[in-house]
């Protein structure tokens, strides 16, 4: 199979980058699946590499979209603000309660659209001090923290990348993008048991999460040495997100190895 490097898919870093979220939200986002998306750079843009890196593009990934700032979400609730923009396509399993938001100020709002800016036009330090101001003057919302763990994660500084992950999780356990993302980040750490706790989480979270699926396929078939296991994720990222032609060619190999033969043609009439 291809290099570990080419299969992890990172949709927040390509959607905070490339589309950043726009606005402070306090709940999770569910936003288009990261099936597509290879890794984004956060020139590009939830950064990572997983997918094909299929890296995820930019694109759909829940992470992906630039997170708008609504409110803050009440502890629990997934953040769809800066942070918590990266939310991923589809709704988690359990339906969010209705909370009543308060309103974003408008300073919080504007400095935050400048810093996705600077975000998006690579200038990435300009960018990380816009993210660490709003991130100390309005914790209560989570995007600055998840596109800061964005930033640090396309620049390697993994160990700030973690803390910057954890801390979204901290306050809102279901961000799925921030999930995905620690599970890249902790992989890449050498920490492979860790990895595969956080992407259980987050499929837990977010059953139809493809982009979970497909690193945690990943991560058992190159790291943990279980195929079988890393069959069955792919399978099921399939099922989600479609087959592509090296999924099919990663499928195809795993196959073999497990030992799995392919259902005979049906001939015609």
């Given amino acids: 199979m291809n290099s570990s490097s080419n299969r992890f898919v990172s949709a927040a870093l390509a959607a905070v980058l490339a589309g950043c979220s726009s606005t402070l939200n306090r709940t999770p986002l569910p936003q288009a699946p990261p099936d597509a998306v290879p890794v984004a750079k956060p020139a590009a843009a939830p950064a990572a590499t997983p997918v094909a890196p299929p890296a995820a593009k930019p694109v759909a990934m829940p992470a992906a979209k630039p997170v708008a700032m609504p409110a803050a979400p009440p502890a629990g609730a997934a953040a769809k603000s800066p942070g918590a923009a990266a939310a991923p396509a589809t709704t988690s399993a359990a339906a969010a309660p209705v909370v009543t938001e308060a309103p974003v100020p408008d300073r919080a709002q504007s400095q935050y659209a400048q810093a996705l800016q600077l975000m998006k036009s690579g200038k990435t330090l300009d960018a990380e001090l816009e993210l660490k101001q709003l991130a100390v003057a309005y914790p209560e919302f989570a995007g600055p923290q ?26 809102n356990p279901a961000n799925v993008v921030a999930g995905n993302e620690l599970g890249i980040v902790e992989r890449r750490l050498g920490k492979f048991s860790d990895a595969e706790a956080v992407y259980l989480r987050v499929i837990e979270a977010e059953p139809d999460y493809a982009a979970a699926h497909l690193n945690l396929g990943v991560l058992y078939d190159l790291y943990l040495g279980q195929p079988q296991k890393a069959l069955e994720q792919f399978e099921r990222y399939v099922t989600l997100a479609g087959e592509n032609k090296q999924i099919a060619g990663w499928l195809a190999e795993l196959k073999k190895r497990v030992g799995v033969t392919a259902a005979p043609k049906k001939e015609p009439g």
Avoid at 146 to 171: I, M, P, Q, T, W
């Fill in 146 to 171: 998840l596109n800061l763990g964005l930033l640090y994660l396309h620049d390697s500084r993994l160990n700030e990348a973690e803390a910057a992950f954890k801390a979204v999780l901290a306050r």
